[in-house]
């Protein structure tokens, strides 16, 4: 049975800084590509950052510079270090895993809020 469970949202004022993790279990974790998304109410869900599993990262515009993603392979632990946040930041993160061999697993989700 495959497990996602993100933890470390809350709420923030701008210009703060919040990390995020993602615990896996139940896949053999250095296998697959791990990925932050973000959804907005009202919005579609989109990228907020991705770590292969050869540790190469990629960022959209609208994060570089402020957001870094990292993994724990150890520890089957994927993270995301949020800096100089803000409220267009506010929405629900949640970690995905994928890799070729097909399943593409999500997790529950965690809020992150930022205030103005």
């Known amino acids: 049975q495959v497990q996602l469970v993100e933890s470390g949202g809350g709420l923030v004022q701008a210009g703060g800084s919040l990390r995020l993790s993602c615990a896996a279990s139940?896949?053999?974790?250095?296998?697959?590509?791990m990925a932050w998304f973000r959804q907005a109410p009202g919005k579609q869900r989109e990228l907020a950052a991705i770590i292969s599993n050869g540790g190469a990262t990629t960022y959209p515009d609208a994060v570089k510079g402020r957001f870094t993603i990292s993994r724990d392979n150890a520890k089957n632990i994927v993270s995301l270090q949020m800096t100089s946040l803000k409220p267009e930041d506010t929405a629900v993160y949640y970690c995905?895993?994928?890799?070729?061999?097909?399943?593409?697993?999500w997790g529950q989700g965690t809020q992150v809020t930022v205030s103005s």
């Open positions: 995905r895993a994928s890799n070729w061999k097909g399943p593409v697993y």
């Open positions: 139940g896949i053999t974790f250095s296998d697959y590509d």
